[in-house]
C-alpha cells in the first residue's frame, strides 16, 4: 500500500505534467493551439483602430472625458495627498531619471509610469464618482491612467497618437466585460472581492500590452502575470483603502505588461478551466470562460450594446437610485404640503436590496457615508439633492439629519435584487397625521438605459475640473478628447491635466 500522503503527491506531479504539456503545445513553434486564454491573446495583439464602430468610439470617449474629470477633482481629496506624497518619497529613494509621468493636478510632478498611474488611479477613486458597468465594475479607471503614463513613458521612442490611445482604452475595456461574462456571480453586486481590482487588472494589462505593441505570447504572459497581481476583499469598501484598489489596478496590470515585455513568462492557460489548477476560476465559485471571437467586421463590442454608468454625486452607484426616489417623495410633499417639514415625518421605509456593505445607518466618514443608503435617502430628503459637498464633515454631522437617519427603517423586497440592471429604490414616508407620501426609481438619470446627455457630461466634467484647472484648460481637454482620433501626439494629453 502507498501512503495516502505520497498518492496524493503523485496525483499533483500529474496534474502538473499534464498542464505543463498543454501549456507547451500552445507555445511552441510559435503556433498556439487554441485556448480561450490564447483567444484573449490574440484578440490584444490582432485589433486595430478600424475594428471600432462609430457607437464605441462615441462612448469610449465620453467615458474618458469623464475619468478624466472624476480624477482631477480627485486630486483634491485626503486620501489622494496621503498616495501622492507616499509615491513621491518612494520615487525619489527608489528611481532616478525615470520620472516622465504627469499626475493629476500636479503642475511640474513627475513619477515614474507605474507610480503615476497608481496615483492617479487613486484619484480616479478615491470619491467613488467613476464610471460604472454592469456586470458591475468601474471598468475607465483602471484602464486610461496607465495608458496615460504609458504614452509619457514610450514618448521618447515613438509617438503614441490619439487613435493608438483610443484603441488600446477600448481593449481595456472589453477584456474586463469579456472576464465578468464568464461567471454568473459577476451579475449581482459583489459580496466578496471588488471587481475593478481583479477584472481592471487584467484590464490594464490588456490595454499596456496592446500600447506596448507586445507580440501574441507576451500578451498571454501580460495577462497571466497580471492575475497573480490582482484582487481586494469587500470589507476594505467605505475606507480610505478602496481607491488603492483602482489604483493598484492600474499600476499592477501596467506592471505584468511591462514584465511580460522583458521576457517574464506565467501559465499561459490562465483564463482555461484546467482540471487541478485553478487559474482566473480562482475569483468565481462558478466559471464557464469562453474564447474570444478574432477582431474583425463581424465582431461586436461589448460596449456596442451596453452603455455606461455616469454618476451625477460622488457616492456608490446603489445610492443614485434611492436619492432619485427621495427626491422624488420630496417633491410630493411640497406639492401636497406647500414646504418640506422633516418634523412631520414619523417614519422613512426604504426598500432596497439586501448589500450588507452599502446598508450603514449611522456612517462615521465621508467613507462611509457614500456607502448608505439611510445617508443618502435622508441627504436627498434634507436637501433636495446630493452632491459633493454632501460628504463634507459638517454635513455628516448636522443634528438635522441625524433626527431623519432615527426615523429610517430599512426594507428588503423579494423583487429587489442586488444587480444594477434589475434593482430599484423605493421610499415611503409615514406621517404623523397617518398619510403616505411614496416615491420609487426604476432607473436614474446617468443610467445605461437613461444616459447623460452630452450637456449633462460636460457640465458635469467642467464642474470637476474646474477644481483644478482654469476654464480655458477645461474646454481644451474637452475638444482634444472629442476628437482624439486627430491626435498626433497623445503624451501631450497628459499635461493638460496639471
Not at 486564454?37 to 490584444?44: G, K, L
Not at 490595454?207 to 504572459?221: I, M, P, R, Y
Not at 398619510?435 to 426609481?441: E, L, W
Request: glycine letters at 6%.
Amino acid at each position: 500500500m502507498i501512503p495516502s500522503a505520497l498518492q496524493n503527491t503523485r496525483k499533483l506531479h500529474q496534474v502538473s505534467r499534464q498542464i505543463h504539456k498543454t501549456a507547451l503545445k500552445v507555445v511552441v513553434g510559435h503556433q498556439p493551439e487554441e485556448t480561450v486564454t490564447n483567444s484573449f491573446a490574440s484578440f490584444i495583439h490582432k485589433i486595430r483602430p478600424e475594428h471600432l464602430s462609430e457607437i464605441v468610439r462615441h462612448r469610449s470617449k465620453r467615458m474618458i472625458l469623464d475619468n478624466i474629470g472624476v480624477g482631477l477633482v480627485g486630486s483634491t481629496t485626503h486620501v489622494f495627498n496621503v498616495i501622492k506624497q507616499y509615491c513621491q518619497d518612494l520615487h525619489v529613494s527608489t528611481h532616478g531619471s525615470s520620472a516622465v509621468c504627469s499626475v493629476y493636478g500636479q503642475k511640474g510632478l513627475k513619477l515614474s509610469p507605474t507610480l503615476a498611474a497608481y496615483t492617479n488611479g487613486v484619484a480616479v477613486h478615491s470619491m467613488d464618482f467613476d464610471d460604472t458597468w454592469h456586470p458591475a465594475t468601474h471598468p475607465s479607471g483602471a484602464v486610461l491612467p496607465a495608458v496615460l503614463a504609458l504614452t509619457q513613458m514610450l514618448s521618447k521612442d515613438k509617438t503614441i497618437t490619439g487613435e493608438d490611445l483610443l484603441i488600446a482604452f477600448n481593449v481595456g475595456i472589453e477584456v474586463q466585460g469579456r472576464l465578468m461574462s464568464f461567471s454568473p456571480e459577476a451579475q449581482n453586486i459583489p459580496k466578496k472581492f471588488h471587481p475593478p481590482s481583479v477584472v481592471g487588472t487584467m484590464g490594464s494589462a490588456a490595454a499596456s500590452a496592446k500600447l506596448l505593441s507586445l507580440n501574441q505570447e507576451q500578451c498571454t504572459h501580460a495577462l497571466a502575470i497580471a492575475a497573480s497581481l490582482a484582487g481586494a476583499p469587500m470589507a476594505n469598501a467605505a475606507t480610505l483603502a478602496k481607491p488603492l484598489h483602482i489604483g493598484n489596478a492600474s499600476r499592477l496590470g501596467l506592471e505584468a505588461a511591462l514584465l511580460a515585455a522583458r521576457g517574464m513568462e506565467a501559465n499561459p492557460l490562465i483564463f482555461d478551466d484546467v482540471p487541478g489548477c485553478s487559474g482566473f476560476s480562482a475569483f468565481y465559485g462558478e466559471y464557464e470562460p469562453k474564447s474570444l471571437s478574432a477582431p474583425g467586421e463581424e465582431y461586436e463590442f461589448l460596449l456596442e450594446n451596453q452603455d455606461i454608468a455616469f454618476k451625477s454625486f460622488p457616492a456608490h452607484l446603489g445610492m443614485h437610485w434611492i436619492a432619485d426616489a427621495s427626491i422624488s417623495v420630496r417633491n410630493r410633499f411640497i406639492s401636497q404640503y406647500g414646504s418640506f417639514n422633516p418634523s412631520a415625518i414619523q417614519s422613512i421605509v426604504l426598500r432596497v436590496p439586501i448589500s450588507k456593505y452599502i446598508n450603514r445607518p449611522y456612517p462615521e466618514s465621508e467613507h462611509e457615508a457614500r456607502h448608505s443608503f439611510q445617508f443618502n435617502a435622508c441627504t436627498a430628503l434634507l436637501d433636495g439633492e446630493v452632491n459633493i459637498g454632501s460628504f463634507s464633515d459638517d454635513s455628516i454631522c448636522r443634528k438635522e439629519l441625524h433626527v431623519l437617519l432615527s426615523k429610517v427603517i430599512v426594507e428588503h423586497p423579494k423583487d429587489n435584487v442586488a444587480n444594477f440592471d434589475k434593482m430599484y429604490g423605493e421610499v415611503a414616508l409615514l406621517m404623523k397625521n397617518g398619510d403616505m407620501v411614496t416615491g420609487k426609481c426604476d432607473t436614474f438619470y446617468g443610467h445605461w438605459r437613461n444616459p447623460l446627455s452630452r450637456e449633462s457630461l460636460q457640465k458635469k466634467f467642467r464642474t470637476n475640473a474646474r477644481h483644478v484647472l482654469r476654464d480655458d484648460q477645461v474646454e481644451g481637454v474637452i475638444e482634444v478628447v472629442e476628437n482624439i482620433e486627430q491626435v498626433t501626439d497623445s503624451s501631450q494629453l497628459p499635461l493638460l491635466l496639471q
